[in-house]
Nanobody, 114 residues
Framework: QVQLVESGGGLVQPGGSLRLSCVAS????????MRWYRQAPGKEREWVAF????????NYANSVKGRFTISRDNAKNTVNLQMNSLKLDDTAVYYC???????WGQGTQVTVSS
């Protein structure tokens, strides 16, 4: 069955960086676009970033544009999210999603705090 496993979350100070990874299995990873979302406490889940099947097209929410970079390695069935210049408002649980399907990872907590 489809599995998406995120990792790389943690506690970081404002201005710091983290790199999230999502390892996929159970489907042909290279033929699916991938997305990252996040959900902050008390808020709805929001889309963060998109990457096309071959990585040639990426797109970002305005709130993270210029600070976050999504990438993928189809040989390793992995999608990454490099997060730089982190802000307090970036605190959330981050999820990867297979395309627009109902396949989600379990999430990884990112906490930005001084």
């Amino acid at each position: 069955q489809v599995q998406l496993v995120e990792s790389g979350g943690g506690l970081v100070q404002p201005g710091g960086s983290l790199r999230l990874s999502c390892v996929a299995s159970g489907f042909t990873f290279s033929i699916d676009a991938m997305r990252w979302y996040r959900q902050a406490p008390g808020k709805e889940r929001e889309w963060v970033a998109f990457i096309s099947t071959n990585g040639g097209i990426t797109n970002y929410a305005n709130s993270v544009k210029g600070r976050f970079t999504i990438s993928r390695d189809n040989a390793k069935n992995t999608v990454n999210l490099q997060m730089n210049s982190l802000k307090l408002d970036d605190t959330a649980v981050y999820y990867c999603r297979r395309g627009l399907t109902s396949d989600w990872g379990q999430g990884t907590q990112v906490t930005v705090s001084s």
